[in-house]
């Protein structure tokens, strides 16, 4: 009923940049927070940035400064800009919703399929 589709992962060099794209389509009525998570092989899933619907971000200590959150309401789009990527980045990105739907009325996480980010030389 509520799809999460990423894109603009891919190789990159140490030092370099990225963007990532998560759109949300479906039966919504509203979307509350959106963010991002990563998963490296072998390590849990992490928490890289959040925002709320009003705007407020958090981030992992590991990316403040280089990576900056944010969204368009109007397009249900949350996007990841990554500056000055480390080798220690590269992981599968997901994208997170916080969405309340048309049929329910009730708020739901949902889940991207994730999108590869590498940065390696």
């Known amino acids: 009923q509520v799809q999460l589709v990423e894109s603009g992962g891919g190789l990159v060099q140490p030092g370099g940049s990225l963007r990532l794209s998560c759109a949300a389509s479906?039966?919504?009525?509203?979307?509350?927070?959106m963010g991002w998570y990563r998963q490296a092989p072998g390590r849990q899933r992490e928490l890289v940035a959040a925002?709320?619907?009003?705007?407020?971000?958090n981030y992992a200590d590991s990316v403040k400064g280089r990576f900056t959150i944010s969204r368009d309401n109007a397009k249900n789009t949350v996007y990841l800009q990554m500056n000055s990527l480390k080798p220690e980045d590269t992981a599968v990105y997901y994208c997170?919703?916080?969405?309340?739907?048309?049929?329910?009325?009730?708020?739901?996480?949902?889940w991207g399929q994730g999108t590869q980010v590498t940065v390696s030389s």
């Open positions: 997170n919703a916080d969405v309340r739907t048309i049929a329910t009325m009730r708020i739901s996480a949902f």
């Open positions: 479906g039966m919504i009525f509203s979307i509350n927070a």
């Open positions: 925002i709320t619907s009003s705007g407020s971000t």
